[in-house]
């Protein structure tokens, strides 16, 4: 009985020491709430409708604005080469030079049968004078008057044909040296001294280039210039004036070319195994940069669409069937998605053809803040951030389909 009475003792003494704590449970617990998350900030662009020139970026090759092979007009040894082969030489300048001493010979018997043939004619002329005299009084017949007449015509005759084969002479023994028939860059000599060159030869000796102006010849569909022709009619696209419209060069390393060029003109055909009509643009080209047979994009400016739409480029986004979109953020600061048509891609911007209106607030930086039906709290995206965000290069223009 003692022993039980002891547990009792120590149960209770447990219960007293553990009445604070279990006291506590008495309290009310307050929960603290999570404070509500703010709406993400995005930068967005403001769409307003601007003229813009409606470029079109097409594959293209450079070619020589006069081009000619350097042929023989005489047959005959190369005794000299008289260029550097590179070079720049003026129309004129001596190439080559052909064995003079056959064509010398030449011109000394052509010299010397036109002498032979004026002895001749003097003589007939004299002759043919006294005929007159005598005929004239009745001393001679007029038969033999008309024949002194007749050989002194002859003799004159003969004296012109020497004299055509001297001006022949002399002009083969000046075609011995062969000049360049134009103005430019004279390309690798084909042939060496010692070799024999013919006459009227379908072999090229050399070739000379004028690249001080060069052409860039490109195409573009028939179905391209056909639209545009539609679009010009419906006033939807604004005619560039006659030899207003620039043209640009992109080169293959992705750089723009600083000289602007001028639009000449476009075939009047289409080649039936392409579909593509030639046309062809101008361009300076001092410091010979340009290469005929270089690949180059050209940038044609073919009209100006008088409220043309543009977003950077970076704004528009893919959809999952692979279309274009952006996110628009409306009046609510709610953002959604809107699909739109692109034409191209000019400075880093898109043009957009479908999609927008003038006020549409456009997301251009900040998508990973977000998902679609958000708030966000937009700010002004600024412009001189463009180039940086989008690595843009003035002047480049590409498709985007």
């Known amino acids: 009985m003692p022993r039980f ?49 409606m470029v ?5 090759r450079i070619a020589p604005t006069r081009v000619a092979d350097v042929r023989p007009r005489v047959s005959g040894i190369i005794t000299e080469r008289l260029f550097k082969q590179g ?29 032979k043939a004026n002895a001749v004619f003097e003589q007939a002329s004299h002759q043919a004078h006294r005929i007159a005299q ?23 005759a003969d004296v012109a044909g020497r004299k055509a084969d001297v001006a022949r002479a002399r002009l ?29 030869d379908t072999a090229n000796l050399a070739t000379v ?50 000289l602007v060029g001028k639009f000449l003109f476009s075939e009047a055909k289409v080649d039936a195994s392409t579909g593509q009509v030639t046309l062809r643009g101008e361009f300076p080209n001092p410091n010979r940069e340009l290469l005929p047979g270089m690949y180059v994009r050209v940038l044609l400016e073919q009209g100006v669409d008088s409220d043309a739409i543009a977003v950077p480029q970076q704004a ?34 898109s043009m957009v053809s479908h999609g927008l209106k003038a006020g549409d607030r456009v997301v251009v930086e900040g998508f990973q803040k977000f998902a679609v039906g958000d708030k966000v709290r937009p700010v002004m995206w600024a412009e001189a951030d463009a180039t940086d965000v989008t690595g843009a290069v003035p002047g480049k223009t590409a498709v985007v389909r």
């Open 5 to 53: 009475d002891s547990r009792l003792t120590s149960v209770a003494l447990l219960l007293v020491g553990l009445s604070p704590l279990l006291g506590g449970c008495d309290e009310p617990v307050t929960a603290h709430a999570a404070p509500h998350p703010s709406a993400p900030e995005v930068s967005v662009v403001t769409v307003v409708p601007k003229p813009h020139a």
């Open 87 to 115: 070079s720049e030489v003026k129309a004129g300048d001596p190439l080559y030079q052909i064995d003079p001493k056959p064509f010398e010979v030449e011109l000394q018997a052509a010299e010397a049968a036109l002498a």
């Open 134 to 156: 005598l005929a004239a009084q009745h001393v001679t017949s007029t038969a033999e008057n008309e024949k002194a007449i007749a050989n002194m015509r002859q003799a004159e």
């Open 209 to 258: 280039q004028q690249l001080d102006m060069i052409y860039a010849d490109f195409t573009q569909s028939a179905s391209e210039l056909g639209a545009l022709r539609r679009a010009f009619e419906s006033g939807e696209l604004e005619r560039i004036a006659p030899g207003a419209a620039k043209v640009r060069l992109v080169l293959d390393d992705g750089t723009t070319y600083p």
């Open 316 to 349: 528009v986004q893919r959809d999952s069937s692979g279309g274009s979109e952006v996110y628009v953020v409306k009046d609510d600061n709610h953002v959604i998605a809107r699909p739109i048509r692109t034409a191209f891609v000019q400075d880093g911007r």
């Open 172 to 200: 083969n023994l000046d075609y011995t040296t062969i000049r360049a028939p134009i103005g430019g860059v004279v390309g690798a000599a084909q042939v060496t001294e010692g070799a024999l060159v013919v006459q009227n």
């Open 56 to 60: 079109r970026e097409l594959p293209g």
